[in-house]
Structure formats: C-alpha cells, structure tokens
C-alpha cells in the first residue's frame, strides 16, 4: 500500500533553524515535493527531490532517503512569515501526487 | 514557474443553485488537471483527474453528476457544482501539469453555501 506522514504540528523560535520529517512507503516512486501553504490560500511549490541527498535553495533545503523512505524540510532563519503549512507529497509510479495532511508550523518570536 | 489562474476566490451562493469554478493555465498547455477540496485543517483531497478532450476520472466517494469537469481545452478547465448544499461549503483548488512535471496550483476558490 501507500501512505506518507509528517508531524501535526511544530513550534520554532524566529531565527532559529527547524526539520520538518516526513517519511514515506510505496511501490512506486517517481519524485518527492514539499510545498507551503498559508491558511486560505492555495500551496505554492518549495522544492522536488527525484535523487538521494541534499537540494539547498535559499533558506530552505529539502533532504530525501530513497532507500528508507523519508525526507526532511530544512527551514534557517526562521522568519515570522514562514508560519505556514507545509505540505510533503510523493509521486508514484501512476504519476499521481499522494499527499500528507501537512505540518503547521507556529514561529514564535 | 508557471501560472494557474483560478476564478472566482470567493463565492456565496444560495443551496440548491450551481456554481462554476474555472481554472486556466496562462503560459503553458496543461496535458492534465486536478480538482481537489480541503476542509479546514485538512490536507488536500483529490476530487477527480482530468485530461484535455476526455472525460474526468473521479475518485471513490465524488459524485460526477453532482461535481461536472469539463476539460475543453489545452488552457481551460471547468467545474461545476450543481445544486450546492451547505456542506460542499470548503476549498477546492485546480492544479495543472505538463506531463509528468510538478504541479502547479491556482489560487483556490472558497465556496460557501447558505
């Protein structure tokens, strides 16, 4: 069977660095997205991962185990606008997204 | 990255009416779009799978005669929620993609029945 799952909810300090797991199982595996959502708007695309290691864009890098079915969000320097869902997906071998309920992230100053 | 636009944002309409959500790709031809709703705090919940020129492909638990996609074109895709009740009162989000790219979503439309 499939399924994908990420913590509920985390709390980070501004300025500070957060991981955001997520860990993943499937037969079929064609890629790894994270997206971020703030409440009542739509998800916007942060990072794909199709290969094992380490993508770095900005702030934010995105970790992916092929082997072990998991990945990490990796958010530096928190800043109070980063409070948001985020959102882990996998693509299977249909093509089709198979999403996580998310992880509300609360930044406190 | 490319751009989906979703019109309207914000709808009220009144139960037993119809409403039309659209979704356009601007700048490239999507091979295929999704419908999808979310309930507050909920995560995304895929509705049905639409390809350009055929019919929808709706999961288990959608109605297709109460939610109609169409898919007319390479740009544009339609759905419509026919004789709305307070509880299809959510989120519903269209995403487009180019084979097998990432997707890229609209702005989300929040639809409200009274």
């Known amino acids: 069977g499939q399924n994908i799952d990420q913590p509920t909810e985390m709390t980070a300090t501004e300025g500070a660095i957060v991981q955001i797991n997520c860990t993943y199982q499937t037969s079929g595996f064609n890629g790894l997205f994270w997206y971020q959502q703030h409440a009542g708007e739509a998800p916007t695309f942060l990072s794909y991962n199709v290969l094992d290691g380490l993508e770095e864009k900005g702030r934010f890098s995105s970790f992916l185990s092929r082997s072990k079915g998991y990945s990490y969000l990796l958010l530096k320097e928190l800043q109070m606008k980063d409070s948001a869902s985020y959102l882990c997906?996998?693509?299977?071998?249909?093509?089709?997204?198979?999403w996580g309920a998310g992880t509300k992230l609360i930044i406190k100053p | 990255g490319a751009v989906v636009s979703q019109h309207p944002s914000r709808v009220i309409c009144k139960s037993g009416t119809s409403v039309k959500i659209e979704c356009r790709s601007l700048d490239f031809q999507a091979t295929t779009m999704f419908w999808y709703r979310q309930f507050p705090k909920q995560s995304l919940m895929l509705m049905a799978t639409s390809n350009e020129g055929s019919k929808a492909t709706y999961e288990q638990g959608v109605e297709k005669d109460k939610f109609l996609i169409n898919h007319a074109s390479l740009t544009l895709s339609t759905l419509t929620v026919t004789s709305a009740h307070p509880e299809d009162s959510s989120f519903y989000i269209c995403?487009?993609?180019?084979?097998?790219?990432?997707?890229?979503f609209g702005q989300g439309t929040r639809l409200t029945v009274v």
């Open positions: 997906a996998f693509m299977d071998s249909n093509y089709q997204l198979i």
């Open positions: 995403s487009a993609r180019v084979g097998d790219t990432e997707a890229f």
